[in-house]
């Protein structure tokens, strides 16, 4: 396998940074969807990024991928140690994954009507120069190009535990599988840098324990840094080996699980957040029973969210195509009217 070599010890990262943003701030009109926000992944670590619903998690994530362009503050991505650092601020999302850094989201996005293989296939072959449409085309050098890219996807689909589904039309695929195609696509780019959006939502308790597995050995196995936002405590805390908190648009904690579990600032935003007040009285009364830290309350709270998650990813299929292209144009759009996001993806993230 092409990316197996484990240039990392497992999960803590050797302490310098691969990708970091400092002093972010995204708004949308009169909301501030982030605030000043810095944050560091090192290299070869898992760090997850948490916060209550409408923190500001997945903006992070989609400036950090091109998709928005702040109004202020730096990205910057190291893909080799010791190699030179490239601004991501208002690169386009295809050029930021062609560095290096891929993404899955939290609505899954994946072509319906195409098979298993053809879905990652198509991520693997935007390594080849002349990208998909040239290997469609059958310019020259293309054959061989395409059977690599094929090959690799099976690797990938292997790796992440869908060895045999390979043909399967993609929407016959089980939730939990749909997650690990979603992730295998992400990682048929060979990228430096994982950012995955909930991938663990709407999953059953033994998907989020494999879940779980495989986020951790594409991080020891594949050397993969990865920037984790997830909802699901347990999984967080048992993957993570650092922690950011953010809470309406700011940083607000980042430390080790333990001291993030602690930390006053976080229990206030997660018992002050609407979620706990919505449970049932009986709920409320076990988890504060049962409930020594954040991170148990936390995990109550959280799985009606999934479960309305789920019926929406479910029903609300977008290719990805459409996201290329839509994010492309946002983009573009962005870079000339700062103040103004728009556009097709800007409205499904902001109409979760
Ligand atoms: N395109 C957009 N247009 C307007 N507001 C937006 C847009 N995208 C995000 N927002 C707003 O920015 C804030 C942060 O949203 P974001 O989706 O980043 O939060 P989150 O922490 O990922 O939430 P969740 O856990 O529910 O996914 C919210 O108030 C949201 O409504």
Request: charged fraction near 25%; proline fraction near 4%; glycine fraction near 10%.
């Amino acid at each position: 396998m092409t990316t197996s070599t484990q240039t990392v010890p497992a999960g803590t990262g050797t302490g310098e940074p691969v990708l970091r943003a400092q002093g972010v701030t995204l708004r949308f009109g009169g909301l501030t969807s982030l605030d000043d926000v810095s944050v560091e992944l090192r290299r070869g670590e898992i760090l997850a990024v948490i916060g209550p619903n409408g923190a500001g998690k997945t903006s992070l994530f989609n400036c950090l991928t091109g998709v928005y362009l702040p109004q202020e503050g730096g990205i910057e991505f190291q893909a080799e140690p010791g190699g030179s650092w490239l601004s991501l601020r208002g690169r386009k999302p295809h050029l930021v994954n062609r560095a290096g850094v891929s993404r899955t989201f939290q609505n899954i996005r994946l072509f319906n009507a195409l098979t298993v293989l053809e879905n990652v296939q198509i991520a693997a072959e935007t390594r080849v120069a002349s990208g998909p449409v040239g290997i469609m085309l059958g310019l020259p050098g293309n054959n061989k190009a395409a059977r690599a890219a094929r090959h690799h996807s099976r690797e990938m689909l292997d790796f992440v535990g869908l060895r045999g589904k390979e043909s399967l039309i993609a929407s016959g695929l089980s939730y939990g599988d749909q997650r690990r195609l979603e992730i295998a696509r992400a990682l048929a780019s060979d990228p430096k840098v994982l950012l995955l959006d909930e991938p663990a939502a709407g999953t059953n308790p033994s998907e989020k324990l494999g879940l779980a597995q495989l986020i951790q050995r594409i991080n020891t196995e594949l050397g993969i840094s990865i920037l984790l936002i997830e909802h699901d405590m347990r999984l967080v805390m048992s993957v993570a080996s650092r922690i950011t908190v953010l809470n309406f648009g700011k940083v607000i904690a980042s430390g080790s699980p333990a001291e993030v579990q602690q930390n006053p600032a976080v229990i206030e935003a997660y018992l002050g957040s609407g979620a706990v007040a919505e449970e049932s009285v009986e709920a409320e009364a076990e988890a504060e029973a049962e409930a020594e830290t954040v991170t148990d309350v936390v995990t109550e709270t959280v799985t009606e969210t999934e479960t309305v998650t789920e019926v929406d990813t479910v029903t609300d299929v977008v290719t990805e195509t459409d996201v290329v292209e839509t994010e492309a144009v946002e983009t573009e759009t962005e870079a000339v009217e700062t103040d103004t996001v728009a556009g097709t993806d800007a409205d499904e993230e902001g109409s979760k």
